[in-house]
């Protein structure tokens, strides 16, 4: 599962790039009760959501197309870079030392499905996850499950479990050397599921939050001006869970697991 005694390929920061910092912050406050922190005047708009003092996700200004950025750890950034190059995958950002707190890049998969790396310096990645009205999964709905793990597992070691489920196979996947215990989120295979097909069938990650009400977290979504990919579901083994996306296109889901699978 999700820690914030992250280790080297696992998940250790999330953020969502939109081109209004001031909205993007009254919405995510509004649902999840986030609170929005500015990191300075040297930041050009970026700052931090907050639970309780506490750093859950962050926020970016973008003229591009909104959208949440997974982050995952890496001792050695440089080297990450070089191995997505060589897997197939590409440089988005290159390593860019933020002062002390890390190094910090972006990458595209074989796919063009951007994700983050962050070598950690003072600051090792969130403050909380898997808490309500924190990061608790994550999935990437993707063209090619194995050729997406062969990648992931070059560029940063994931080892994958099949996962038998009603009506399928789930492929989750975990840092390497910490088994089925340290699974953190999935692959999906984009063409298979009815929703991203309905919408075009790109791939992209899609960040869970975890709520304690999905159903009121829809309804309030709507209020804010989001919108509903998915209803409310209730799955078996799972939980209940839907996928939403935010006023400015941003895509995330929002989960309620089921409490025998915790």
């Not at 040297?42 to 949440?68: H, L, M, R």
């Not at 750890?73 to 890390?102: F, L």
């Not at 001006?225 to 083994?237: D, E, K, L, N, W």
Request: with cysteine.
């Amino acid at each position: 599962m999700l820690s914030t005694r992250f280790v080297d390929g696992g998940p250790d920061w999330i953020e969502v790039g939109v081109p209004d910092v001031d909205g993007a912050a009254a919405f995510y406050g509004g649902l999840f009760g986030w609170e929005f922190r500015s990191a300075g005047p040297q930041a050009g708009g970026y700052g931090f959501f907050e639970q309780d003092g506490a750093i859950v996700a962050a926020c970016a200004p973008g003229d591009g197309a909104a959208s949440w950025t997974l982050y995952f750890q890496s001792s050695e950034v440089q080297a990450t870079a070089k191995a997505a190059e060589q897997a197939g995958g590409r440089v988005v950002q290159p390593p860019t030392r933020v002062m002390e707190q890390g190094t910090s890049a972006v990458l595209a998969d074989h796919a063009g499905v951007p994700f983050g790396i962050w070598e950690p310096g003072l600051r090792k990645g969130l403050d909380r996850v898997m808490e309500t009205g924190s990061l608790c999964w994550a999935e990437l709905y993707t063209p090619d499950i194995a050729r997406t793990a062969a990648f992931f597992h070059a560029v940063l070691g994931w080892e994958t479990s099949a996962v038998s489920f009603p009506g399928g196979v789930y492929t989750s996947v975990n840092p390497a050397g910490t088994g089925e215990d340290g699974a953190f989120g999935g692959l999906v295979p984009v063409a298979d599921d009815p929703v991203e097909a309905e919408s075009g069938g790109r791939p992209y990650w899609l960040p869970y939050f975890g709520v304690d009400d999905p159903d009121a977290a829809v309804a309030r979504a709507v209020e804010l001006g989001g919108t509903v990919r998915m209803p409310a579901t209730s799955i078996a083994g799972v939980g209940r869970l839907a996928r939403l996306e935010d006023p400015y296109g941003a895509r995330f889901a929002v989960l309620r697991g089921d409490p025998q699978q915790t």
